[in-house]
């Protein structure tokens, strides 16, 4: 996947639902996954200036779009052409998409993606951030295309992108084709705590504490579920979409996606990630959070990395959110 390209603001990194009484068997997708998610930013809202848009053509092809010109809205304004089924996005989640960008004051296209092919590109919807997409696209359904309309102050503070020959009074039209969508924090059972493991504390937000147990730190790697999700199973060579938090034994954090307001991506791969990484994600599901404790030779071993120290056991917390 790409992430979209358009520099707005330094924010961008830019079916069918089961009965109550019934479950599908095997694996959960997103659509069933994200059932019991409350909704993270508010949702979209239309307007009088986005209804004058018109879009032509079929989910995954390239629109034909044509809308009067200067098109002048207010705030953000979403409309939706074609309606998904796959789930609806909750806000602050990464979702992959092809799009589409037009100047709304001259009709000039921009940008977009490449319709057509599985070249996505992805966008973390962050609650507050400019432009702001988690408002935009915050209850609209995955296999969704939607035509969102920013005004100036909306779509770039009233700055303009001058790379992009967009004004300080233009506004930015998007058509966008969403894809794909993935959890914002794990969603499934909770399950109680293990004797030996550090006990994990969340906040509201979903992000990750721990308090650990005043004893040695363990010999043995060790891993269990705190929530235990009823998506696919995570296999070697599978990309994954994950937030986690990382910390020594002594209670010292030294990494978190959490903190860089985004969830990370990885191949699930030795070549690229330590062992005791490895081995925490192989064969948990889609929607669990995992915590795992990992000796130093599953880990870094004597050798010092960054702020972790030689010799440390890691603690890790991550929540899976889904498959690249």
């Known amino acids: 996947m790409r992430k979209l390209i358009i520099v707005l603001l330094p924010i961008l990194v830019l079916a069918g639902c089961s009965s109550a009484n019934s479950e599908p068997e095997?694996?959960?997708?997103?659509?069933?996954?994200?059932?019991?998610?409350?909704?993270?930013?508010?949702?979209?809202?239309?307007?009088?200036?986005?209804d004058q848009i018109e879009l032509s053509g079929d989910f995954g092809v390239a629109p034909e779009v044509t809308f009067p010109t200067p098109l002048v809205g207010s705030g953000v304004e979403t409309k939706i052409f074609i309606e998904g089924d796959g789930g609806k996005i909750v806000g602050n989640q990464r979702v992959a998409m092809h799009f589409t960008g037009f100047n709304?004051?001259?009709?000039?296209q921009f940008q977009g993606s490449e319709f057509g092919t599985e070249t996505t590109i992805v966008q973390d919807l962050v609650d507050g951030a400019t432009p702001d997409f988690c408002h935009a696209l915050s209850g609209v359904s995955v296999g969704s295309r939607v035509a969102v309309l920013l005004d100036p102050q909306s779509a770039h503070g009233g700055s303009g992108v001058e790379g992009l020959a967009v004004g300080p009074a233009d506004?930015?039209?998007?058509?966008?084709?969403?894809?794909?969508?993935?959890?914002?924090?794990?969603t499934g059972?909770?399950?109680?705590?293990?004797?030996?493991f550090p006990t994990v504390i969340l906040a509201p937000s979903g992000q990750p504490?721990?308090?650990?147990?005043?004893?040695?730190?363990?010999?043995?790697f060790m891993k269990a579920e705190t929530i235990l999700g009823k998506g696919e199973p995570i296999e070697i060579g599978d990309t994954v979409v994950l937030q986690y938090s990382g910390w020594t034994w002594d209670g010292e954090q030294f990494d978190s996606s959490w903190e860089r307001g985004a969830p990370a991506s990885f191949t699930v791969t030795s070549e690229g990630l330590i062992e005791g990484f490895v081995r925490a994600l192989e064969g948990a599901t889609i929607g669990s959070q995992v915590i795992a404790v990992i000796p130093p030779e599953l880990g870094y071993g004597d050798n010092a990395q960054g702020a972790i120290p030689a010799g440390s056991t890691l603690i890790f917390v991550i929540d899976i959110l889904g498959k690249q």
Not at 29 to 49: F, K, N, P, T
Not at 189 to 196: F, I, M, R, T, W
């Open 26 to 50: 095997g694996p959960l997708g997103y659509d069933v996954l994200s059932q019991s998610l409350e909704e993270r930013c508010d949702v979209y809202s239309g307007g009088e200036a986005v």
């Open 104 to 108: 709304a004051a001259t009709g000039e």
């Open 171 to 186: 506004g930015i039209i998007f058509v966008f084709d969403i894809v794909t969508a993935y959890l914002p924090t794990a």
């Open 189 to 196: 059972d909770k399950v109680g705590a293990k004797s030996g």
């Open 209 to 220: 504490g721990i308090q650990i147990p005043a004893t040695e730190a363990p010999a043995e």
